[in-house]
């Protein structure tokens, strides 16, 4: 991939996070406001993260294969990311909240749900420790081994990070629908899976062709 073409990528992205931002910030307002340790705010934080790990996977295996299928697949999926991201981060701002957290990650996950269950009430919702690793997330060695590899190969470990990084990034989402009432939160996080669902299945068929 040409220097230029990187570039045009990462400013078109950040104009997408730049207008997704306006999205979340003039939505947010007709909610009421969550506080600093709600879900919606966790959420928010959280998948923040989640979506830019999902955003350099893309960008490094757009670098390293030349599969016209797989370099598409991976823009839309950093471009969609990207924009999500953006959305979250108007939320925070104008709810008034920092964008960091004053508690470990994932804690917002371990907290009752709305019908007032516990942590591990709801489909999909499993327990998860404050502090661990999010649901999803590459190590920083797997993303280390990313970066390695090239054509096939790539294209492959892609695919298997990225199932099971959508897999997280779904878990994450159900579980903020099964602790939000908030119209916004609820009307990206049930987007969220219904479209991450469908990049499952086709990366799981795309990842059968290259085994």
């Known amino acids: 991939m040409s220097t230029r073409l990187i570039v045009a990528i990462i400013l078109g992205g950040a104009l997408l996070a730049a207008l997704a931002f306006g999205v979340g910030y003039f939505a947010a307002p007709s909610e009421s406001t969550p506080s600093t340790t709600s879900a919606e705010a966790g959420f928010a934080r959280d998948m923040q993260v989640h979506h830019n790990q999902a955003v350099r996977m893309s960008f490094i295996v757009r670098e390293n294969t030349e599969d016209r299928e797989i370099a598409t697949l991976a823009y839309d999926i950093a471009t969609a990311q990207q924009q999500q991201a953006g959305q979250m981060f108007g939320w925070l701002e104008v709810w008034g909240l920092p964008q960091a957290a004053s508690e470990p990650s994932m804690t917002w996950m371990s907290r009752p749900t709305l019908d007032g269950a516990g942590h591990d009430h709801g489909e999909g919702d499993t327990a998860h420790a404050p502090g661990e690793l999010m649901p999803g997330l590459a190590t920083a060695e797997q993303m280390a081994e990313l970066e390695s590899l090239t054509g096939v190969e790539a294209e492959a470990y892609y695919l298997e990070l990225m199932i099971a990084h959508h897999e997280g990034g779904v878990e994450m989402a159900q579980a903020v629908l099964d602790r939000s009432d908030n119209r916004v939160v609820r009307q990206l996080a049930s987007g969220l899976v219904a479209v991450q669902e469908k ?11 290259r085994r």
């Open 199 to 209: 990049e499952i299945a086709l990366m799981e068929e795309l990842l059968a062709e």
